[in-house]
């Protein structure tokens, strides 16, 4: 294990006598939200601790209070960088213009589940859905762009955009809410693809 440093300030480690290392505070914090992301793959929000985090980015516990304040906080980062690690991911595939709404959806639903679950826990804590809007709104409008290369209406592609956003949220959080089955939504996407 190496002690790592920011700055002149060393990152506590948990044994003496380590070489030490120095890495920027930006590189700090990229450890820690892709260690968290990381953990959300296997993980729960709730079950998540900043300890596991700390472990998994080999970086001292009491830095993510430093850089982020609480796991709250953290937690609300990383649904950002969800965001715009998806909003990235959806430019590529669709700027290649082969893509088939089928694979959009399923690109979507690839892209989305682990924020979509993560949003659901930080609404449960309390944090205001409208702190996660912007987020969103990147997305949908990305998505729209499918739509819109497959000669849709600019104003019709955005609401397109919007409505397979909330298909792919439902599909995920509200499914058994909503009494679906998997089979009725399908064809509500089938409908979404014909429109």
Known sequence: MICYTIGSTPLQSKELGLTIKKISWVDAIERF???TTTLLCSKTPAELTLADIADQADISQHYIYRFF??????LIEVSD???AQANEA???EISS???HFAQLVE???SLCAQRIHLLQYLASQGVPESRFQEGNRDIYTCISQYFKNSGVLPARALSNGVVLLAFIHAEISLLPTLDLQLEELADLFALLDAG
């Open 90 to 92: 959806l430019q590529r």
């Open 69 to 74: 304040g609480t796991r709250l906080d953290l």
């Open 33 to 35: 939200l892709s260690a």
């Open 107 to 109: 690109l979507c639903r």
């Open 81 to 83: 960088l969800l965001a």
């Open 97 to 99: 213009k082969e893509l």
